[in-house]
Nanobody, 124 residues
Framework: QLQIVESGGGLVQPGGSLRLSCAAS????????IGWFRQAPGKEREGVAC????????NYADSVKGRFTISRDNAKNTVYLQMNSLKPEDTAVYYC?????????????????WGQGTQVTVSS
C-alpha cells in the first residue's frame, strides 16, 4: 500500500523554525522528485518547494525563497523541509508528494495518495 507520512509540524512563534519530514512506505522516495505543498484554510493547495531525485536541483516558491530549504537523505528514504524565519502567512497543513520540478511553476504533481499532512501554525 502506498503511504506517505509527514511529520514535524507544530506551533511556533513568528521568526521561529521547524523541520518537516516526509517518509514513505510501500514505495521508495529515492526514485522520485519530491515536492512540498501547503494548504491554508479557504485556499487552494500550493507548491512551495521541489527537489530532484538526486537532490542536485531544487526549486522554491518566491514566498519561501531564502527562508525554506528542501533536502533529502536517500539512505533514509526521507525528504526534509527546513523552515526558518517563519511568518503567520506560512500557517497551513503541509504535504509532500512525488512531483515534477519546474523552474516556472516550482512544482506540479498528479499524486493521488496524499498523506494526512502536518499542521504548521505560526502565531504569537
Amino acid at each position: 500500500q502506498l503511504q506517505i507520512v509527514e511529520s514535524g509540524g507544530g506551533l511556533v512563534q513568528p521568526g521561529g523554525s521547524l523541520r518537516l519530514s516526509c517518509a514513505a512506505s510501500g514505495f521508495t522516495l529515492n526514485y522520485y522528485a519530491i515536492g512540498w505543498f501547503r494548504q491554508a484554510p479557504g485556499k487552494e493547495r500550493e507548491g512551495v518547494a521541489c527537489i530532484s531525485s538526486s537532490g542536485g536541483s531544487t526549486n522554491y516558491a518566491d514566498s519561501v525563497k531564502g527562508r525554506f530549504t528542501i533536502s533529502r537523505d536517500n539512505a533514509k528514504n526521507t525528504v526534509y523541509l527546513q523552515m526558518n524565519s517563519l511568518k503567520p502567512e506560512d500557517t497551513a497543513v503541509y504535504y509532500c508528494a512525488p512531483a515534477s520540478c519546474d523552474t516556472i511553476v516550482v512544482v506540479t504533481t498528479s499524486w493521488n495518495y496524499w498523506g494526512q499532512g502536518t499542521q504548521v501554525t505560526v502565531s504569537s
